[in-house]
């Protein structure tokens, strides 16, 4: 059964960091390319970064560029997003994402979310 399932979210205060981990189950990542989306409240999901299964290029909406950074670990079967200099409007719940396409525009797989709360 495929699944992935993120954790590490919480509250953290502004200018805090999180780390974001996803891990895979039931397929290999190794031919996927990952992303991560956000979804705040009242607001559509929007992507955040990805990177890509062929040769680990990555890419960032801008408002996060700068403050955060995705990896993955093929061998771990993780995908990683690493936040810094965390704002209020970071608040969101966050997805991991599969996709057989980069970039990740429309993910076959998706996880159940994780919330991050930026607030003091």
């Known amino acids: 059964q495929v699944q992935l399932v993120e954790s590490g979210g919480g509250l953290v205060q502004p200018g805090g960091s999180l780390r974001l981990t996803c891990e895979a189950s039931g397929f290999s990542l190794e031919a996927w390319a990952m992303g991560w989306f956000r979804q705040a409240p009242g607001k559509e999901r929007e992507g955040v970064s990805c990177?890509?299964?062929?040769?680990?290029?990555?890419s960032y909406v801008d408002f996060v560029k700068g403050r955060f950074t995705i990896s993955r670990d093929n061998a771990e079967n993780m995908v990683y997003l690493q936040m810094n200099s965390l704002k209020p409007e970071d608040t969101a719940v966050y997805y991991c994402a599969a996709d057989l396409d980069y970039p990740v525009r429309s993910p076959d797989y998706w996880g159940q979310g994780t919330q991050v709360t930026v607030s003091s």
């Open positions: 990177t890509s299964a062929s040769d680990g290029s990555t």
